[in-house]
């Protein structure tokens, strides 16, 4: 489309279709509270990015599965309050580590604790004026609700439609994932409801990258400026969020093709470009506090512990989590 200038001039301007007009406009499920450890004050917002970072074995594919997690579960069932937020997310895969049957058994024992612990309150609430007798047979009547509840089959259910709003891309080479970032526009203009995007892992081929570039770190910042150049034209053009990870290093950092020597972790630079520091709202960085050994909870269950910082706008708090099979719970 041409436009014309008081001085007679032609200019081009950028043209889109309803269709794409009507998607960029579209409100998109909140993501308020999505967990108010890391986010107390704000919210992931669309159109921000949250990097997480961290070491290898530091819990940041955990992190953000616990994150999706509560994305895809339901808001409520059967008028039972699930707390979940009902976006769809597409995931991008590149290091392979995504289990779709750990997530399922994920899901399922948290939709168990939610709904066992719901009825529990809503029984307590509702029979808190009873007579004794009455909360005795309240009780019984109770007790055979919440088998219905945590049925097999209902379960299952809640799970399957949980993981209906999940869209897994596997990517094996930069390469490769740009390709899929040119593709995955058509996901995104067929389904509005997607909310978030998750990348994991950013720096996944990072060496491979610098052995095709070799000394050549302009080749290499190129490489890297167009998968973030369509990652941003995606998120701005389709509101979405953005999680990502990538990995740091522990003893130095590499800028510009040379080594850091800084052992402080919030100062280490990832496996990317210094282009990325630019993008990012959010900076989650995680520790592992329990090495060598899980330690001791719940009883005599081991758990991995964790240290997690976040920056937002300057400002920073940290707090210590806890890993298991049944996901992420804090300190």
């Not at 032609?10 to 909140?30: D, I």
């Not at 004794?132 to 399957?160: C, F, H, Y």
């Given at each position: 489309?041409?436009?014309?200038?008081?001085?007679?001039?032609?200019?081009?301007?950028?043209?889109?279709?309803?269709?794409?007009?009507?998607?960029?406009?579209?409100?998109?499920?909140?993501?308020?509270?999505?967990?108010?450890?890391?986010?107390?004050?704000?919210?992931?917002?669309?159109?921000?990015?949250?990097?997480?970072?961290?070491?290898?074995?530091?819990?940041?594919?955990?992190?953000?599965?616990?994150?999706?997690?509560?994305?895809?579960?339901?808001?409520?069932?059967?008028?039972?309050?699930?707390?979940?937020?009902?976006?769809?997310?597409?995931?991008?895969?590149?290091?392979?580590?995504?289990?779709?049957?750990?997530?399922?058994?994920?899901?399922?024992?948290?939709?168990?604790?939610?709904?066992?612990?719901?009825?529990?309150?809503?029984?307590?609430?509702?029979?808190?004026?009873?007579?004794?007798?009455?909360?005795?047979?309240?009780?019984?009547?109770?007790?055979?609700?919440?088998?219905?509840?945590?049925?097999?089959?209902?379960?299952?259910?809640?799970?399957?439609?949980?993981?209906?709003?999940?869209?897994?891309?596997?990517?094996?080479?930069?390469?490769q994932l740009l390709i899929?970032?040119?593709?995955?526009?058509?996901?995104?203009?067929?389904?509005?409801?997607?909310?978030?995007?998750?990348?994991?892992?950013?720096?996944?081929?990072?060496?491979?990258?610098?052995?095709?570039?070799?000394?050549?770190?302009?080749?290499?910042?190129?490489?890297?400026?167009?998968?973030?150049?369509?990652?941003?034209?995606?998120?701005?053009?389709?509101?979405?969020?953005?999680?990502?990870?990538?990995?740091?290093?522990?003893?130095?950092?590499?800028?510009?093709?040379?080594?850091?020597?800084?052992?402080?972790?919030?100062?280490?630079?990832?496996?990317?470009?210094?282009?990325?520091?630019?993008?990012?709202?959010?900076?989650?960085?995680?520790?592992?506090?329990?090495?060598?050994?899980?330690?001791?909870?719940?009883?005599?269950?081991?758990?991995?512990?964790?240290?997690v910082k976040v920056f937002?706008?300057?400002?920073?708090?940290?707090?210590?989590?806890?890993?298991?099979?049944?996901?992420?719970?804090?300190?």
């Amino acid at each position: 489309m041409f436009t014309t200038e008081d001085d007679g001039d032609f200019k081009e301007t950028e043209v889109e279709t309803c269709a794409q007009l009507f998607l960029r406009l579209a409100s998109k499920p909140s993501l308020e509270f999505l967990d108010r450890h890391l986010f107390p004050c704000n919210f992931p917002k669309p159109g921000e990015v949250i990097e997480i970072h961290g070491s290898s074995a530091t819990g940041k594919t955990e992190l953000l599965m616990n994150l999706m997690s509560k994305c895809i579960l339901p808001k409520r069932w059967k008028g039972i309050e699930i707390d979940g937020f009902e976006a769809e997310v597409l995931f991008i895969d590149t290091d392979y580590k995504f289990s779709v049957m750990k997530l399922h058994q994920m899901l399922k024992k948290q939709l168990l604790k939610i709904i066992n612990l719901k009825s529990v309150e809503e029984f307590s609430s509702s029979s808190s004026g009873d007579t004794k007798r009455q909360k005795q047979t309240d009780s019984s009547s109770m007790g055979e609700a919440v088998k219905v509840k945590i049925d097999e089959s209902v379960l299952e259910e809640l799970v399957k439609s949980s993981l209906d709003r999940l869209y897994l891309v596997k990517c094996s080479s930069t390469n490769q994932l740009l390709i899929t970032l040119h593709s995955i526009e058509a996901i995104f203009s067929q389904h509005p409801q997607l909310t978030v995007l998750m990348l994991d892992n950013l720096s996944a081929f990072y060496w491979e990258d610098r052995i095709r570039t070799g000394d050549n770190w302009t080749k290499f910042e190129e490489l890297n400026n167009k998968v973030l150049t369509l990652l941003q034209t995606l998120i701005k053009e389709y509101n979405l969020v953005l999680f990502l990870t990538k990995n740091s290093t522990p003893m130095q950092g590499v800028k510009g093709g040379k080594a850091s020597s800084s052992t402080d972790l919030d100062q280490n630079e990832s496996f990317n470009t210094k282009s990325w520091c630019k993008i990012s709202n959010y900076r989650l960085i995680l520790t592992r506090t329990d090495f060598p050994f899980p330690i001791m909870v719940d009883g005599d269950k081991r758990h991995s512990s964790f240290c997690v910082k976040v920056f937002y706008q300057g400002q920073q708090h940290q707090c210590k989590l806890y890993i298991s099979s049944d996901g992420i719970s804090y300190a």
